[in-house]
Nanobody, 121 residues
Framework: EVQLVESGGGLVQPGGSLRLSCAAS????????MSWVRQAPGKGLEWVSGIDTWGHTHYADSVKGRFTISRDNAKNTLYLQLNSLKTEDTAMYFC???????????????WGQGTQVTVSS
């Protein structure tokens, strides 16, 4: 059974930082690209960042230079470091498993339950 469990969300002020974690199980974590996606209130899902199995990273223009995605295959854990947070970053953040092995396709077949990030003064 594939399980993705996000944690680390919370309430922060603009300019603040958070570190999100995604604990993965039920599949060979090291063989799959992973992504973070988010959903703001009243909006659809937005791809935020992805990382392939070789550690190459990709970012949406809106977060480039502020967020950092990483993975620890030994711990089956995906991370997202969120720095210089803006109110526009307020959303539910989801960890997502890519449907195909190795490469980032942005086509997912599993998601976690999400962790809420709220940026407010």
């Amino acid at each position: 059974e594939v399980q993705l469990v996000e944690s680390g969300g919370g309430l922060v002020q603009p300019g603040g930082s958070l570190r999100l974690s995604c604990a993965a199980s039920g599949f060979t974590f090291s063989s799959y690209a992973m992504s973070w996606v988010r959903q703001a209130p009243g909006k659809g899902l937005e791809w935020v960042s992805g990382i392939d199995t070789w550690g190459h990273t990709h970012y949406a223009d809106s977060v480039k230079g502020r967020f950092t995605i990483s993975r620890d295959n030994a711990k089956n854990t995906l991370y997202l470091q969120l720095n210089s947070l803006k109110t526009e970053d307020t959303a539910m953040y989801f960890c997502a498993k890519d449907q195909g092995k190795y490469y980032l396709t942005k086509d997912y077949n599993y998601w976690g339950q999400g962790t809420q990030v709220t940026v407010s003064s």
